[in-house]
Antibody
Framework: EVQLVESGGGLVQPGGSLRLSCAAS????????MKWVRQAPGKGLEWVSH????????FYADSVKGRFTVSRDNPGNSLYLHMSSLRAEDTAVYYC????????????WGQGTLVTVSS | QSVLTQEASVSGTVGQKVTLTCLGN????????VGWYQQISHGAPKTVVF??SRPSGIPDRFSGSRSGTTASLTISGLQPEDEADYYC???????????FGGGTKLTVL
């Protein structure tokens, strides 16, 4: 069974940093690109970042470019999102999701982890 | 403003067939399969269709299609448990982003 389990969310002050983790299991992690997607309170889904299998093709939404860094540990079956210079507008539930391999569509999602940026 | 455009709301009765649409352009839907994601009461999203496929466990009343720069999600035989927000998404090669629609709120009357 495919499982994606996020962790690392919490309350952080504006300007602070946080690292999110996503533990993957039930599939061959090295066969799939991965994405982070977030959802602010009362808003729709917003793509954050994409990382390919070998960490050679990495993309970010303009809203997080230069502040967030995505990485993966293939032997450890883990995906990460290091977030810095956090702003109130980064407050959201962050989901990791598995790329299906079909045009960047996603086939499995984690349960999400809440990040709250507030003083 | 979202790269992909979806209806804000759609409604239907139990047993009815409903179609949700997702409008894009030649850089996204015109080039790529589309994923459709269901979100019930702001829980974790669940994929109902990606391309022409469904993840295991998704009922076959959910189907996806694409024509030109428009994608559609059809639910044949609407059920009360299908009431949810639905989002479409695909890769946009022009912007190098994963484009999402703003979401459609589906109400089962």
């Amino acid at each position: 069974e495919v499982q994606l389990v996020e962790s690392g969310g919490g309350l952080v002050q504006p300007g602070g940093s946080l690292r999110l983790s996503c533990a993957a299991s039930g599939f061959t992690f090295t066969s799939h690109n991965m994405k982070w997607v977030r959802q602010a309170p009362g808003k729709g889904l917003e793509w954050v970042s994409h990382i390919d299998i070998r960490s050679t093709m990495i993309f970010y939404a303009d809203s997080v470019k230069g502040r967030f860094t995505v990485s993966r540990d293939n032997p450890g079956n883990s995906l990460y999102l290091h977030m810095s210079s956090l702003r109130a507008e980064d407050t959201a539930v962050y989901y990791c999701a598995r790329d299906s391999g079909l045009g960047g569509t996603l086939d499995y999602w984690g349960q999400g982890t809440l990040v709250t940026v507030s003083s | 403003q979202s790269v992909l455009t979806q209806e804000a709301s759609v409604s239907g009765t139990v047993g009815q067939k409903v179609t949700l649409t997702c409008l894009g352009n030649s850089n996204n839907i015109g080039r790529n399969p589309v994923g459709w994601y269901q979100q019930i009461s702001h829980g974790a999203p669940k994929t109902v269709v990606f391309g022409n496929s469904r993840p295991s466990g998704i009922p076959d009343r959910f189907s996806g299609s694409r024509s030109g720069t428009t994608a559609s999600l059809t639910i044949s035989g609407l059920q009360p448990e299908d009431e949810a927000d639905y989002y479409c998404s695909t890769w946009d090669y022009g912007l190098s982003v994963a484009a999402f629609g703003g979401g459609t709120k589906l109400t089962v009357l």
